[in-house]
Every structure is written in structure tokens, then in C-alpha cells.
């Protein structure tokens, strides 16, 4: 890998091609670099020993090494010389990142882009599934501001100050109410109220922006093109750089924001323009504005359409014209709308609800299941197209059921902030109940509150069903999980063999979860339909059900409020959290722990998403990696636990072919194949990790059967080796031995480190790439061999 302006030392040693050291020569540095996983730690903790200094980096991410290893030095198997990568802060760091938690339903959606199945050469499927999801993602943001449009607009500049009694109630709407000041007139509340989602896209703006400019601007390393491999999508050289991308989406999500708003003012002026008590001027005013606006949401379709990733190069094209004018043309047609807004309009009363509402959230429903149909179609074309070993999961219907997970999250969010609202204003009836002061938010809100309670029903069967089989898996593991330790020779103790099982068991459940997540999935996509159907008759759940039977009454009765009421309810929790994680570091960590996996793929979808941190430590450790080669001639291991392997094999692929020849990996944990090959097959599939073990031939992954997360790799090749050892006992040992006279814990996923294997792996690697010579066995008194008698039961 060359890198301008750093000399290559020359190398004291012989390559893997083989070849005696000159021992004239001093030895080549050598060193491993440590990647933490999911939820972070310190450099001290990782490096074990609290005396650190950073070598390079930012307070972002660094990288340290114990203060008394700074200079380079060879190989040495007790006290290696070794660098700890951290990058945690990346989804966990400064109390602002809370907000990313209200970002969720978009950090979904962007998953369904990754999540298709692999097929190589259908161009045009692949086309199709990907303006598909990205329709999906901008329904998404106009369903995020429709929302906060049925709240300010809607109910409270509409309905509350349209109402003498509502006003009266709430002493800072009361100057807004009906009578005969200026902003009696509805048009002006309406203005005026419009500021808020006005305010929203802002916001949505300006965290796009400030985490675009400091994640997706990390450039990747410098090397030869035609180093990428044939299955290998991760190897591009500009698949960690989607700046450009990025910058596109936002400028057409941020103009689709402002078109809802203008949409929402133009709905409810026109209705009454178009009526008796308009005006012939301001009618023809309306009609040319909603000409512009209907433009501009054809523009808004056809960017969609036209955006797309390059990832055979780093994409670094600037940012068409088109592309940057959007913004500013749609913030200015909403100006002239809310001029055309406030304008004079004697007569002009405001009741029930704003028209606008009533049918803008039917359409997006509708919408949104007609484009999730059309997602499953194309990505089942993809599945039945794709090679046997590479399919992935759930039939190839992986990104349409988190799409429909999005979707839903969206309607509880805006469903919930919108029911809250509305009984926060008429605190005394039920909105849109008799003896209710305000019509309440649009029925369609009520109908997808409604269908909560079914489909928590749904979850609590089917998570008591997991858990259940996991019971029976636990039972009939435990007599055998003696057998497992049989060189200690001890007797089965119940107790402890129940636990190992029950541990295994719920680990396995992991494997269970596509079946859970499609049943799920399958029950909200029916009841949204139902939903979508039942909101077409204008009427709440409560209100279709009059006529019917006693018991269905009773049941739409109870849904509608227990719905309602679980749908303020979890926006109020997700509140509370960040609140408490504002405050709590340990809780920031936490609610960071939920992007490590949702946020490490790029924005190719939603540009208003959480940002991949995976732009910014994929380069970080590339370029570390390379750097290092190149200035030293040493040699490499890359040990990286849980989400750290899946940055480290990500660093690896976008490294040349001679620096690759210098380093070795070593996973631990890891959940390349358990979770990225089953569920984003066209990245992480079969086919790419043999690819990526062709490229890296020194490869050992480590894990065990109680680890929820981590498993084998499985790799099977007849040109590669093995790459996985275990399953390793977990616990080290079932009883009692002279050097652990207590009972071991259970380390699950944790801890791979005080296994004797991992220091046995970690040294051969180390032999293999620094020494150029097979593996040898472990030897007494080294790392990862026990004294002769330690491990001699005592049971």
C-alpha cells in the first residue's frame, strides 16, 4: 500500500514464501490491534493496564497503546506490543446523540436497502428495489411532518383556537381564539402554527448535516483498483464514502418536509377559496401555487428515482445544481404560500377538523403498503434468482418486513404524539367522543392505535412460545453437558448443568428469531390493512363497532383506548430514556448499544437517519492498518470482538493485496455469518466470506454455543482452510480445579480474551505472519498452555 511521503524500512525478516532470518538484520515490529464490540470500552480495559496515551486520533475515535510501548519492537508472546482502537463514542458519545432514539423508524427503513438478497447481473431488480425503499424512506418524512402538521396546524391553530371553549381552557392559545382580533381568522393561525414542522425539517436538516460532515467525509485509503474481488461488494473502494449520496437525499428530503407543510396550508385555504365566500383573485392565487407545488413534488419523485450509490470509486462528484436549488425553491414557494395564507379573509370560520388532515394520512398508509408490496415482489425475484448458498433469510423478504417494522414505529410516533396532544387540549372527554370540546386527531390515528393491543398480543405469544422452547432445548442438553468436560472427571451436578444448558438454549434462540420476526411481521402487515380499510369510513374503531354485537363493541371499545393510550405511552418512555441518558453516562452507552448494528451501514436510503459510524472506523482502521505496514515493514494481527469483527473485516477488504499479505485477523464473538450472512446475504454471504478468507488465508475465529451473538463463520472451501475453533467451553471448567478452586462463570459473550485459546490463536497467527512458518503446538508455561496439574479436578 503506498502512501506518499512514508519510507519502507527494510524488512528484517523472510516472507511467508519462506526464507531464513538474517540475523544480522534486526526483527520486523510486529503488533496486535484491538476493535472492542457492541457497547465500548476504554483503551485501559482493553489494553489491561490504566497507563494509556493516544498515538493518533481524535476524541471521536483513537487509537492508544500503554504508555510504556511506544516505540516499535518485535513479537514477544507474554507482553505483545498492541494498539486498542476505540469507537465507541462513534453511536455513544455526547449527550445530544439521544436524539438519534426519535430517528428510529428512519434507521429502519435504511436497513431494508442493505437487506436484499444477492443476484448478480439482474441490474434492473436491483433498480427497482431500491427507488422502491427509497420512496418508502421519503414516506416516511412526510409521515414524520404530516405529524407534527395534524398537532400545530390541525388541532391546535385549527380546532382548539377555532373553539371559544377550547381557548379558554388553554390560557396561551386564548389570544388566538375567534373573536375580533387579527388572528381570529384561521388562515393566520394556520400560518403561524406552520413554523413548527417548519422548525422540524430544520432540525432534521441540521443533524443530517453536522453528522454528514464529520461521518460520511472520511476518505478511504488509497489503493489499486483492480484489487477488488469478484464476490466482495465490501471491497470497493468507494463503498465507505457516501458523501454525494447523502447530500442528494437530503436536499430532496428536506424540500419533501417543505412541500407537506405548503401541501397542508394550500388543502385548507382552497376549501374555502373555492367556496361561496371566496374570493375570484385568491382562488386563481391558490390554483397557481398548487400548480408549483404539484411541480415540485414531481421533481422531488424523479430525484428519487435518479439517486443512486458508486461505489466503484469513492463518490466524489459535486452536487448537481438541481440538486442544491431544490431546497431553496420549495422554501420559497412556502413563502408565497404563507402569504397566500395570511391573506384577508372575512368570513372565514374553522370547524371540525383541517381538511388537509383527514385524508393525508390514508393516503400515506395506503402508499406505504403498495410500495412494501411492491419491495417483497422484487426482493423475492431476487431471492428465487440468487445461488443456493447466498439466499439469505425469511425467503428473501428480509428488508420488506423491517420495512414494514418502520412504517409502523412511524404511525405509533406520530400516532402517539398526536393522541397525547389531543387529550392534553380536552382533557375532559375523549376527542372526537360526545361531549368532546375538539374532533381529535384524523380517525385513521385511531384505527392504527387500535391495532397496538392485537399485535402485543401477537408478542407475548410468540415470545412465550420462544421461551418455552427454549425450555425444552435446556432439558434435554443438560445430562449431556457433563460429557463436555469429561478430562476433569466429574460427577453431574444438576444445578450447574441446568445452567450451562438454559444458557446455551436462549442463545440458540437467535437462530429462532427470522421465524419470529416473519409471524410478527405478517400479523402487522394484516392489521394494517384492516386499519387502512377501517379508516375509509371516516368513523373511529369505537364508533364502527356501534351497531355491532355486544362483545365486538366491547373489544373495538378496548382497543381504541388501550391503543391510545400504549401509543402516548411509548413516546413518553422513549422521552424518559433520553432524559435519563442525557444524564447517565452508563445509560448513553446503552441507548448507543441500539445503533451499533442499525447505524454501521451507510445512508443509502434515508439521508435523515442516525449516521454509519462504519464510514468513519472503516477508514480509521484501513488507513491505520496501511500506514503502519508501510512505515515499519511489520507485521499485523487485527483481534476484533462481537461488531468490532465486522469492522475489521470491512478494514481488511479495503486493503491491497501486499499489505493484506502482512496481516492476520483473529474474530472472536463475532456475528459476520449468524447475523450479517443471514439477514444482508449480497454483503456478508457465503460467497463473501470465503472471498474474504481467499484474501486472508491467516483467519481463526473463535466462539462459543452460549453466545447469543457470535458464532461460526463457516466457511467451507475446498481451497481455504478451516477458520473456525469451538464451540470453546463456556464455563472454562464444570467444577472445581487447583488453579480455579471457585466456580467459573458463564461468559456468554463476553470475555473471549481469559479463554486459554484465544492466546493459543493469537500466537499462531502471530507465528504464521510474522515468522513465515507452520503453526506450532502450545508449549508449557507459554500463553494459552496450563501447568501440568492446574487444570487437575478437585471436584
Not at 374555502?272 to 419523485?301: F, K
Not at 390515528?445 to 392485537?454: D, E, F, G, N, R
Request: one cysteine or more.
Amino acid at each position: 500500500m503506498a502512501i506518499e511521503g512514508i519510507a519502507r524500512p527494510v524488512a528484517g525478516r523472510g516472507d511467508d514464501a519462506g526464507g531464513d532470518p538474517d540475523p544480522e538484520i534486526p526483527p520486523e515490529p510486529a503488533m496486535e490491534l484491538l476493535v472492542h464490540g457492541v457497547g465500548g470500552t476504554t483503551a485501559g480495559d482493553m489494553l489491561a493496564d490504566p497507563r494509556v496515551t493516544r498515538v493518533t486520533g481524535d476524541d471521536t475515535a483513537d487509537i492508544h497503546r500503554r504508555t510504556e510501548d511506544l516505540d516499535e519492537r518485535p513479537w514477544d508472546d507474554r507482553t505483545p506490543l498492541r494498539e486498542a482502537y476505540c469507537w465507541c463514542d462513534l453511536t455513544s458519545g455526547d449527550a445530544s446523540r439521544v436524539l438519534w432514539l426519535l430517528l428510529l423508524p428512519f434507521m429502519i427503513v435504511n436497513l431494508a436497502h442493505w437487506m436484499r438478497p444477492l443476484s448478480r447481473g439482474a441490474r434492473r431488480a436491483h433498480a427497482v428495489y431500491d427507488v422502491l425503499v427509497r420512496l418508502l424512506a421519503l414516506s416516511l418524512t412526510v409521515l414524520f411532518v404530516a405529524g407534527v402538521c395534524a398537532v400545530a396546524l390541525d388541532l391546535v391553530a385549527w380546532q382548539c383556537a377555532g373553539s371559544a371553549t377550547c381557548a379558554e381552557g388553554t390560557s396561551w392559545i386564548e389570544p388566538f381564539g375567534p373573536g375580533e382580533g387579527w388572528w381570529s381568522q384561521p388562515g393566520r393561525r394556520l400560518a403561524l402554527a406552520a413554523l413548527l414542522p417548519v422548525a422540524l425539517v430544520v432540525l432534521l436538516w441540521w443533524l443530517s448535516y453536522r453528522t454528514w460532515s464529520a461521518y460520511e467525509s472520511a476518505s478511504p485509503p488509497p489503493r489499486p483498483r483492480s484489487d477488488a474481488g469478484e464476490h466482495a461488494v465490501l471491497s470497493l473502494p468507494g463503498f465507505w464514502f457516501g458523501r454525494g449520496l447523502v447530500a442528494r437525499l437530503r436536499a430532496t428530503h428536506t424540500a419533501a418536509g417543505l412541500l407537506t407543510v405548503a401541501t397542508a396550508l394550500l388543502v385548507a385555504t382552497g376549501e374555502h377559496d373555492r367556496g361561496p365566500d371566496g374570493g375570484t383573485g385568491l382562488m386563481a392565487v391558490g390554483w397557481l401555487l398548487t400548480a408549483l407545488t404539484v411541480a415540485g413534488w414531481g421533481v422531488v419523485a424523479v430525484q428519487q428515482g435518479r439517486h443512486s450509490r458508486t461505489e466503484e470509486e469513492p463518490d466524489e462528484r459535486p452536487q448537481p445544481p438541481a440538486s442544491r436549488a431544490l431546497p431553496w425553491g420549495t422554501l420559497a414557494l412556502l413563502v408565497l404560500v404563507l402569504a397566500h395564507t395570511v391573506w384577508d379573509r372575512p368570513g372565514w370560520v374553522a370547524a371540525g377538523r383541517l381538511p388537509a388532515a383527514a385524508g393525508v394520512f390514508p393516503v400515506l398508509m395506503v402508499a406505504q403498503l403498495v410500495l412494501i408490496a411492491g419491495v417483497a415482489l422484487t426482493a423475492h425475484r431476487l431471492h428465487r434468482q440468487a445461488p443456493s448458498g447466498d439466499r439469505g433469510t425469511l425467503y428473501g423478504l428480509g428488508g420488506a418486513c423491517v420495512a414494514v417494522l418502520a412504517c409502523g414505529l412511524g404511525e405509533v410516533l406520530t400516532g402517539g404524539v398526536a393522541q397525547r396532544a389531543a387529550d392534553w387540549l380536552d382533557p375532559a372527554a375523549a376527542p372526537g367522543e360526545p361531549g368532546a370540546v375538539i374532533a381529535g386527531p384524523p380517525s385513521v390515528l385511531s384505527w392504527a392505535a387500535a391495532v397496538i393491543p392485537p399485535l402485543l398480543f401477537v408478542v407475548l405469544v410468540l415470545a412465550a412460545a420462544a421461551l418455552v422452547h427454549a425450555g425444552r432445548v435446556a432439558r434435554r442438553l443438560s445430562p449431556t453437558v457433563v460429557e463436555r468436560y469429561a478430562d476433569e472427571g466429574c460427577e453431574p451436578l444438576r444445578e450447574r448443568s441446568d445452567g450451562i444448558a438454559t444458557a446455551t438454549a436462549r442463545a440458540g434462540l437467535t437462530d429462532a428469531a427470522p421465524l419470529l420476526i416473519g409471524a410478527l411481521t405478517g400479523t402487522a402487515l394484516v392489521l394494517g390493512v384492516v386499519a387502512a380499510a377501517g379508516s375509509a369510513t371516516g368513523d373511529t374503531p369505537s364508533r364502527a363497532a356501534d351497531d355491532a354485537p355486544a362483545a365486538v363493541a366491547a373489544v373495538a371499545n378496548t382497543c381504541q383506548a388501550l391503543g391510545s393510550w400504549l401509543m402516548g405511552a411509548g413516546v413518553l418512555l422513549l422521552l424518559a430514556l433520553g432524559r435519563r441518558a442525557y444524564r447517565d453516562t452508563s445509560a448513553r452507552r446503552t441507548v448507543g448499544i441500539l445503533w451499533d448494528i442499525g447505524t454501521f451501514w451507510p445512508r443509502a436510503a434515508h439521508p435523515f437517519a442516525p449516521p454509519c459510524y462504519a464510514e468513519r472506523a472503516v477508514p480509521d482502521l484501513s488507513w491505520r492498518m496501511g500506514t503502519w505496514v508501510e512505515a515499519t515493514g511489520g507485521r499485523l494481527v487485527i483481534s476484533a470482538h462481537s461488531q468490532g469483527s465486522v469492522l475489521a473485516a470491512a478494514a481488511v477488504w479495503q486493503l491491497d493485496a501486499a499489505t493484506r499479505s502482512r496481516i492476520a485477523l483473529l474474530t472472536h464473538g463475532s456475528p459476520l455469518a449468524r447475523l450479517y450472512g443471514r439477514w444482508f446475504p449480497a454483503y456478508f454471504g457465503p460467497q463473501a466470506l470465503v472471498a474474504l478468507h481467499r484474501d486472508m488465508p491467516r483467519w481463526r475465529n473463535l466462539w462459543r454455543a452460549t453466545d447469543p451473538i457470535g458464532g461460526p463463520v463457516g466457511v467451507a472451501a475446498a481451497d481455504v482452510p478451516r477458520v473456525d475453533r469451538g464451540p470453546l467451553p463456556d464455563p472454562l471448567h464444570y467444577g472445581r480445579t487447583l488453579r480455579r478452586p471457585l466456580p467459573e462463570p458463564i461468559l456468554g459473550h463476553s470475555d473471549y480474551a481469559a479463554d486459554p485459546a484465544f492466546a493459543a490463536e493469537r500466537a499462531k497467527l502471530f507465528h504464521r505472519v510474522v515468522r513465515g512458518a507452520p503453526d506450532l503446538p502450545a508449549q508449557p508455561g507459554a500463553p494459552g498452555a496450563e501447568r501440568p496439574g492446574a487444570g487437575r479436578p478437585v471436584c
